[in-house]
């Protein structure tokens, strides 16, 4: 089955500051990549697809890039309410396996 | 309004049986791919079990030979049997929907979850 790993794993950053978080699959899965978000207490929510597709009603300031086996999920411009773990997942194929996840809060 | 809500959830003893059921409105069930996905206390998110709109079931290899999922279309509502669990099922089960219909899509709708405790 193919892995997922991201990194960091946590990183802290002030408000404005441009984020990046990486995945990588352990095999190309094209763009069949999505990212979520998951604040504390409550359910996750779709952010990203097809890797670089921004889901409706999902600020801008999010974004997401790559191909293959390395992705990016970048912040342009970190807000309060931005803090969260973020997942990837590869949906090309069962299962449907989630990155370890990266939880971001603010310094 | 699209919305899954799970229910079934709860405390069972370890080698027990537990079914959990999600209702969908908005959308049918039998029209998109339906997953599980849970979460430990304090974990990550862990990818458990999908059926396909032509009715292909995939498991995750920690809990297949164990869980079986289904759907009752009369009944608009996914479905998750639980077998000998363990307590490292111990987490809230979400039910999710992929977002496009009759292909493999992200999730775009999550249900509120349901929490299950395997403990003696």
């Known amino acids: 089955d193919i892995q997922m790993t991201q990194s960091p794993s946590s990183l802290s950053a002030s408000v404005g500051d441009r984020v990046t978080i990486t995945c990588r699959a352990s095999q190309g899965i094209s763009n069949y990549l999505a990212w979520y978000q998951q604040k504390p207490g409550k359910v996750p929510k779709l952010l990203i697809y097809a890797a670089s597709t921004l889901q409706s009603g999902v600020p801008s300031r999010f974004s997401g890039s790559g191909s293959g086996t390395d992705f990016t999920l970048t912040i342009s411009s970190l807000q309060p309410e931005d803090v969260a773990t973020y997942y990837c997942?590869?949906?090309?194929?069962?299962?449907?396996?989630f990155g370890p996840g990266t939880k971001v809060d603010i310094k | 309004e699209v919305q899954l809500v799970e229910s079934g959830g709860g405390l069972v003893q370890p080698g027990g049986s537990l079914r959990l059921s999600c209702a969908a409105s908005?959308?049918?069930?039998?029209?998109?791919?339906m997953s599980w996905v849970r979460q430990a206390p304090g974990k990550g998110l862990e990818w458990v079990s999908v059926i396909y709109s032509g009715g292909s079931t995939y498991y995750a290899d920690s809990v297949k030979g164990r869980f079986t999922i289904s759907r009752d279309n009369s009944k608009n509502t996914l479905y998750l049997q639980m077998n000998s669990l363990r307590a490292e099922d111990t987490a809230v089960y979400y039910c999710?929907?992929?977002?496009?219909?009759?292909?493999?899509?992200?999730?775009?709708?999550w249900g509120q979850g349901t929490m299950v405790t395997v403990s003696s």
């Open positions: 999710a929907r992929s977002m496009v219909r009759g292909v493999i899509s992200a999730f775009d709708i």
């Open positions: 908005g959308f049918t069930v039998s029209s998109n791919y």
């Open positions: 997942q590869k949906y090309n194929s069962a299962p449907f396996t």
